[in-house]
C-alpha cells in the first residue's frame, strides 16, 4: 500500500518562498501522474498543479508563474516551489497519488493523499 508524507511546511512571511515535499513509499510512483492540493478552513480542497507520468505539468490559474510542481522518479519524491507566497494561500497543502499517467485538476481523479503539510502565511 502506497504512503505519501509531506514535509516543509511552516510560516513563511508574505512575498516569501517554501518549498514543499512529498516522499511516496510501498509503490514506484513515476508510472502515474500526481499532484498538490490545498485546503484552507471552511473550504473545499482545491486543485493546485499536477504533472503526469511524462514531466508535464499544469496549474490552477492563481499559482501559474508563482509555483513550480515537479518530481524525483529515481527518489519517488514529488516537490512543490512556492513563491511570493499571498497570505489568501494559507491552508494544508497535501500531495496526492493518481493511478493515471495524465494529470487532472479533478479531486477524485486521485486514489491516494497524504496526510498534509500546514503552511502559514503571515507576517
Known amino acids: 500500500q502506497v504512503q505519501l508524507v509531506e514535509s516543509g511546511g511552516g510560516l513563511v512571511q508574505p512575498g516569501n518562498s517554501l518549498r514543499l515535499s512529498c516522499a511516496a513509499s510501498?509503490?514506484?510512483?513515476?508510472?502515474?501522474?500526481m499532484g498538490w492540493f490545498r485546503q484552507s478552513p471552511g473550504k473545499e480542497r482545491e486543485f493546485v498543479a499536477t504533472?503526469?507520468?511524462?514531466?508535464?505539468?499544469y496549474y490552477a490559474d492563481t499559482v501559474k508563474g508563482r509555483f513550480t510542481i515537479s518530481r524525483d522518479n529515481a527518489k519517488n519524491m514529488l516537490y512543490l516551489q512556492m513563491n511570493s507566497l499571498e497570505p489568501e494561500e494559507e491552508a494544508v497543502y497535501y500531495c496526492?497519488?493518481?493511478?493515471?499517467?495524465?494529470?487532472?485538476?479533478?479531486?477524485?481523479?486521485?486514489?491516494?493523499w497524504g496526510q498534509g503539510t500546514q503552511v502559514t502565511v503571515s507576517s
Open positions: 510501498g509503490r514506484t510512483v513515476s508510472a502515474y501522474a
Open positions: 496526492a497519488l493518481s493511478p493515471n499517467t495524465y494529470g487532472s485538476t479533478i479531486r477524485s481523479s486521485y486514489a491516494n
Open positions: 504533472i503526469s507520468r511524462t514531466g508535464s505539468v
